[in-house]
């Protein structure tokens, strides 16, 4: 067996609302810089040509993307995710064999972004529901990708209530208290088995969290890299240099 054939698979994971065609300029430089890599990009429940779902709590969104893996044949991926990717990325790699994980701009707590998002809920229930989400797409620095990026995030989306509300169910149903417990179960299993986590976050880490990520995963790697919420877009040369490097 070679060494392309020992490297484990990619499996792409992209954000709430968004689809697979995320990944193409990531795919691109893949494919020049990392050629023989085994890259699955896959649609998650309720988004492009997967089936919607009466629930997405992240436990059974990671179950179907198993079910995916399982069915590519594909064995102890590293598993990438960007945004709620990241949080099913990681819930993944907490129950499932993985060789590394990816996150791409995602605090696994929800802080002030759950307290913003349950505030929300009743215009997320409403006609008005649109309102919220263009309301945070707004602080997502969209503006400063470059210009085939901003046409993937405002061509291959589809917002619709029922995934927010369904992606966002533990926040608006469950406390901060038991989603940290879960996000710190999912940590300790994968420092546990003492599988790499790297975290490439668009800002300089807040000073508590980043306390609370590292007490339970001392070894986590993480990359600033300034700018949008949409780090595979606004330099996607850099993240496929950093995948390949895994």
């Known amino acids: 067996m070679n060494d392309d054939e020992r490297r484990p698979p990619l499996v792409l994971l992209h954000g709430l609302t968004f689809d697979r065609r995320q990944w193409d300029p990531v795919r691109r430089e893949l494919a020049v810089i990392d050629p023989a890599r085994q890259v699955l990009a896959l649609d998650l429940p309720g988004h492009g040509d997967s089936p919607r779902r009466a629930s997405y709590r992240m436990a059974e969104v ?6 995916r893996v399982t069915e590519a ?3 102890e991926p590293v598993v990438v995710g960007h945004s709620v990717g ?6 993944y790699a907490g129950r499932y064999p993985v060789r590394g994980v990816v996150n791409l701009d995602q605090i696994l707590l929800p802080g002030p972004f759950g307290a913003a998002v349950r505030q929300s809920e009743p215009t997320l229930r409403g006609p008005d529901w649109r309102r ?4 945070m797409l707004a602080g997502m ?9 901003r046409e993937i995030v405002t061509s291959a989306t589809d917002p619709r209530p029922d995934l927010l509300l369904g992606y966002w169910d533990e926040i608006l149903h469950g406390s901060d208290e038991g989603i940290a417990a879960e996000r710190h179960r999912a940590l300790r299993s994968i420092g546990e088995r003492a599988i790499p986590y790297r975290w490439v976050t668009s800002s300089e880490p807040p000073a508590r969290y980043l306390a609370w990520l590292t007490e339970t995963l001392p070894e986590v790697a993480v990359t600033v890299l300034p700018g949008s919420h949409f780090p595979h877009l606004a330099e996607p040369a850099t993240i496929a240099r950093l995948l390949a490097t895994g």
């Open 132 to 135: 919220v989400w263009d309301g």
């Open 141 to 149: 620095g969209i503006e400063s990708l470059p210009a085939e990026a």
């Open 86 to 91: 990241a949080v099913v990325a990681t819930t």
């Open 73 to 75: 044949g594909l064995v």
């Open 62 to 67: 990671a179950e179907v993307v198993h079910d």
